[in-house]
């Protein structure tokens, strides 16, 4: 029987199992979903179907540890990527306000926080713009800016409380315009119920377009598998619903979200919504999404010692102490793996103590906890990712001062630097680090990633910190390939490029080895042809752009 597809005539990078030095073939040949054949072109069998790589680099395909597919990119909403001035902002949402008078909110995506200078932003920043309600959120989704329009609107003038989000209140406690704690509130039940009633960007039918335009960039840029890490149950319908309708194009790992605050009774919702929902080779349940802490970059992340920038802070834990480590143990005693948030060295702290607690407590074994982010890791906690086997699920996109510079690092301080990102530490010590993008907090592109990865510096390469925690390329590519598959226990199907796992992959535009010592040339390449279980979900020489609902770069700050 001849081969379903046969690609030859490039390096096919095949590490064969964990801990062995990088082996290339000549050529790999698919069969049924699976890789049938790894080794020399001259002995590959018959195909239906050959390609010629012509030099061409082929991977197993890449696994996002942590991709907001639900987010995404809204064409009714304005992007302010690239928008570092408070003049800039401004233009844009007038841009919006002037082409969309059809809009009842005008909303905006992806502000950084350094935007005024000096201090946070406010509601008279946007004052003069429109006369209707605007909502910005932030480019971590951790904060919301809003105008005087929108906090009349949603009765904080007045007093009210709101469920997604804490108002910020001046001296004479009048509302700011900035809403804190945002995300790890939104995604609660009530959170959720109330975004979906205030503000249109959260309709069903906008989240549901935002995750198929998220998919079909993802299988563009070369993911094979994405895990959406904050999924509520109210919005599990959204991803069954896709992949019934029209497929999946890559596979999706959901985590379902666990407010700090939920009861027994809601651990055990996930439970049965674990175990009753559908789950193919497609869509997959398991994981449950928990915060530590919040973001250092509005000084809510919980640290050790006190904000370099504001003496005698330190941020807050999302909940009290002790209560992290109760609910990490119940769930693991449920068997579920959890992905828990965590920036500051103090959340890192308390989240490694819970894994720890429910191990001891309930004997449990190789369940593959992860802490997500880890951007300030204290060096007591570092050699604890590889003694408990927790998976350290990493952003290298983060560590570029294009998104830290005048905020997180003025807040850490210059005498941290050295805890930030430590993905090299990390990878040295034994822990299984698993890359991803964070989408849409970073580009969904992994060649950005492993160019960061590589430099620690800007796209533009300038302005490089943090030299000793820089990664190779091959290290890179581990990472967002066998780490990814370890992290979620498929490393006996995902991750490698091995005769019976199943034939994920992607063949780049180059041979990305050619760029190790000069990364720069990383970002001129791109994914040409993704396969997953031996299906192309995505041939570059076919498809004219990126799809009507993404935006040309694929590029979100």
Not at 328 to 348: C, M, S
Request: aromatic fraction near 6%; hydrophobic fraction near 40%; charged fraction near 25%.
């Amino acid at each position: 029987m001849p081969l379903d597809l046969l690609l030859t005539g490039g390096p096919v990078r095949t590490p064969a199992t964990f801990g062995t030095p990088e082996a290339f073939a000549e050529a790999i040949g698919i069969s049924d979903g699976r890789i049938a054949y790894l080794g020399p072109a001259a002995e590959a069998p018959a195909a239906e179907r050959v390609v010629d790589l012509d030099g061409r680099l082929v991977t197993a395909g890449v696994i996002d540890s942590h991709n907001h597919l639900l987010l995404g990119f809204d064409p009714d909403a304005v992007s302010l990527e690239g928008a570092e001035d408070l003049g800039t902002v401004r233009e844009r949402i007038a841009g919006l306000v002037a082409r969309r008078p059809d809009l009842p909110w005008i909303c905006a995506e992806n502000a950084v926080y350094s935007v005024v200078e000096g201090r946070r932003p406010n509601a008279a920043d946007l004052a003069g713009l429109t006369d209707r309600p605007i909502f910005i959120t932030t480019y971590d989704q951790h904060s919301v800016w809003l105008n005087d329009a929108a906090l009349r609107a949603l009765g904080i003038t007045d007093g009210g409380e709101i469920a997604w989000g804490n108002p910020e209140r001046d001296a004479a406690d009048e509302p700011t315009g900035w809403i804190t704690d945002f995300y790890t509130s939104a995604m609660t039940t009530a959170g959720l119920a109330g975004l979906q009633r205030d503000i249109p960007l959260y309709s069903p039918e906008r989240r549901a377009r935002r995750l198929r335009s998220s998919l079909q960039m993802a299988a563009a840029v070369g993911i094979t598998t994405a895990v959406e890490p904050q999924v509520p149950l109210a919005e599990l319908h959204l991803l069954e619903e896709l992949r019934d309708e029209e497929g999946l194009r890559s596979r999706v790992i959901a985590a379902l979200f666990h407010p700090i605050d939920a009861d027994a009774a809601f651990r055990r919702d996930l439970r049965a919504a674990v175990d009753q929902t559908r789950q193919d080779d497609r869509l997959r349940l398991g994981p449950v999404k928990l915060y530590a802490d919040d973001v250092i970059e509005p000084h809510t992340a919980w640290m050790l010692d006190d904000y370099a920038n504001r003496p005698g802070h330190r941020g807050h834990p999302s909940a009290a102490l002790g209560e992290l480590s109760r609910v990490v143990a119940e769930l693991d005693r449920l068997g579920l793996q959890i992905h828990t948030h965590a920036t500051g060295d103090g959340g890192i702290r308390l989240a490694l103590d819970a894994v720890e607690h429910a191990a001891q407590a309930n004997g449990t074994t190789d369940m593959r906890h992860g802490i997500v982010h880890v951007e300030c890791l204290h060096p007591d906690d570092l050699p604890r990712f590889a003694a408990l086997g927790v998976t350290a699920a990493m952003q290298p996109r983060h560590a570029s001062p294009d998104l830290v510079a005048g905020t997180w690092m003025d807040n850490v301080g210059e005498s941290r630097w050295d805890r930030a990102w430590r993905l090299r530490s990390l990878t040295e010590s034994g822990a299984h680090v698993a890359l991803s993008s964070d989408w849409q907090v970073g580009e969904m592109d992994p060649l950005v990633g492993m160019y960061v990865a590589l430099t620690r510096a800007r796209l533009t390469g300038a302005d490089a910190w943090t030299p000793a925690e820089r990664l190779t390329l091959d290290q890179a590519i581990t990472g967002y390939t066998r780490e990814g598959a370890w992290a979620w226990h498929a490393e006996d199907r995902l991750g490698s490029l091995r005769v019976g796992a199943d034939a994920d992959l992607v063949v780049w535009s180059d041979d990305l080895y050619r760029f190790a010592d000069e990364p720069a040339g990383l970002l001129d390449q791109r994914a040409d042809l993704t396969i997953v279980a031996g299906q192309v979900v995505h041939d570059a020489h076919t498809t004219t752009g990126p799809g009507p609902d993404l935006p040309a770069t694929g590029h979100c700050h």
